[in-house]
């Protein structure tokens, strides 16, 4: 999910041009149909100007931020940025890909009660081996084998037996995984299954390590425990919706950024104990709690009932460096980045989602080249120049 909150990037790439404006349909609350043409200066700089940072669906963490500020509690927070869901509860482990690790292998440091099981089996408790610094597990002719490394490698069979399949390490307190030449602690287990490294742990634990990375632990309570919410149940969902893989959910911004026991802060954690189990549920199930750094003034609609389109009268907040925005970009970059375009002559955007400044995020434009045409979405043209987000106006 793009929705950072984390200190705003000082100047991402930008855009700019002189424009004409022309809008051909005034606003109302569906997709609008429009007519803007900016030609691109003798200067080759194009100008723009835009509002939020992510996509705009569900919950504005500076929204929330700024609904705190105002004296609004997490439940009011969260019935405004996702209407028509309930909070409800959920336990259990989840199961985290820890995508950093790409050794093909699962390496801990030894530690007093360090125990290997195959998963759903018996538990081995690991002796104490002189010089040992590192436990691994790796897969050798398509069989799991557990071995320790003393100056040399050795195998280990646990209870005098070999492995076989998944395996993992567990203890009563934390595990520290070898990972990308440093360490990292983890609760819960560290699985090996598949070639991944894959921390299982209770979803209340693992929000405890998002959060902070998703959010400032140190904004208003409130606003920390509607992200400690949010958060859990976006997990809770994609639990649900992938209950069979060999994990259920990744560590990156392409799931929800987890730091393990490191990123926690003393905070946050307040604010997931004080959450404990707490999700939104829509129709008696995990909601999809999408959320983003800032809608801009304005949410966009998302693919729930509950990610709606609306006014957010709460993300403009001084507190909010990203509510508005401008960046320039140069016309040699978007033709490096479309070659067929030959000669970059002007943008023409023709479509927008009809809410707000200028009419909202756009949906569609078109590139007009001395050689070719290039038409794509306002998303695609985001994500291709680094802007903040889709709702961007020219000029």
Same mark, same amino acid.
């Given at each position: ?8 990037? $000082? %100047?991402?790439? &930008? *855009?700019?041009?002189?424009?004409? =404006?022309?809008?051909?349909? /005034?606003?109302? !609350?569906?997709? +609008? @149909? ?32 700024? $609904? %705190?500020?105002? &004296? *609004?509690?997490?439940?009011?927070? =969260?019935?405004?940025?996702? /209407?028509?869901? !309930?909070?409800? +509860? @959920? ?305």
């Amino acid at each position: 999910m793009s929705r950072k909150v984390r200190r705003v990037p $000082a %100047a991402t790439v &930008g *855009l700019a041009l002189l424009a004409t =404006l022309l809008v051909s349909a /005034p606003p109302s !609350a569906a997709s +609008r @149909a429009v007519s803007e043409t900016y030609r691109v200066p003798a200067s080759g700089t194009l100008k723009l100007t835009g509002h939020g940072y992510g996509h705009g669906h569900g919950m504005s963490q500076y929204g929330a931020q700024g $609904a %705190a500020k105002q &004296g *609004l509690t997490y439940p009011q927070i =969260l019935a405004f940025y996702y /209407p028509g869901t !309930a909070l409800g +509860r @959920a336990a259990g482990p989840i199961r985290v890909l820890i995508t950093a690790d790409t050794d093909n292998d699962v390496r801990v440091v030894p530690v007093s009660g360090l125990q290997v099981r195959e998963v759903g089996g018996p538990s081995y408790t690991l002796p104490t081996i002189s010089k040992n610094t590192t436990w691994r597990l790796r897969t050798v002719s398509g069989s799991t084998v557990l071995e320790y490394y003393n100056g040399s490698w050795h195998r280990h069979r646990p209870g005098g037996k070999a492995l076989s399949g998944a395996a993992e390490f567990l203890r009563p307190g934390d595990l520290t995984l070898r990972v990308a030449g440093t360490t990292r602690v983890y609760h819960g287990t560290l699985r090996f299954i598949e070639s991944n490294t894959v921390n299982v742990l209770n979803i209340n634990h693992y929000v405890k390590g998002v959060v902070p990375r998703e959010m400032p632990a140190s904004w208003e309570r409130a606003a920390v425990r509607s992200q400690a919410v949010a958060a859990r149940t976006y997990a809770a969902w994609e639990r649900n919706a992938h209950r069979t893989r060999s994990y259920q959910t990744c560590d990156t911004t392409s799931c929800q950024v987890y730091g393990g026991v490191g990123a926690e802060d003393s905070r946050s954690n307040d604010a997931v104990v004080a959450t404990s189990n707490r999700v939104l549920n829509y129709g008696g199930k995990a909601a999809f709690t999408q959320f983003g750094s800032s809608s801009g003034g304005w949410l966009s609609k998302g693919s729930m009932p509950y990610l709606v389109a609306k006014a957010d009268k709460y993300d403009g907040h001084s507190g909010n460096p990203v509510h508005d925005w401008d960046t320039t970009l140069r016309r040699a970059t978007i033709q490096n980045a479309y070659p067929r375009l030959g000669t970059l002559r002007r943008v023409l955007v023709t479509q927008r989602d009809g809410h707000g400044a200028w009419y909202g995020r756009v949906e569609k434009m078109t590139l007009d080249g001395g050689k070719a045409n290039v038409t794509l979405s306002g998303d695609e043209f985001r994500s291709r120049f680094g802007l903040r987000s889709s709702w961007f106006h020219f000029g």
